[in-house]
């Protein structure tokens, strides 16, 4: 599990700089490699978001490990 995490995080970090470019410069990296709203990008965006999914369960990782402490 913990490698479809590390994955993940580097998927959603990956999207966020496509975002921070977006915001920054209206400059979509994604759109313009791959097509503006192409099968591939339209892909991308969808793994884009499936990562940070699964990446809430990082977020809340330690509740569980504190449960177990006590």
């Known amino acids: 599990m913990e490698t479809l995490q590390k994955t993940a995080l580097v ?3 990956i ?3 496509n975002w ?3 915001g920054l410069f209206e400059f979509d990296l994604v759109a313009s490699i791959f097509g503006e709203l192409s099968f591939l990008t339209k892909l ?3 793994l884009v ?3 940070g999914l699964i990446n809430i369960g990082i ?3 330690h509740i569980g490990n504190r449960k177990e402490l006590h």
């Open 15 to 17: 999207g966020a700089l």
């Open 11 to 13: 998927v959603t970090i």
């Open 20 to 22: 921070l470019l977006i």
């Open 49 to 51: 978001g499936i990562a």
């Open 44 to 46: 991308i965006y969808i």
């Open 59 to 61: 977020l809340f990782e």
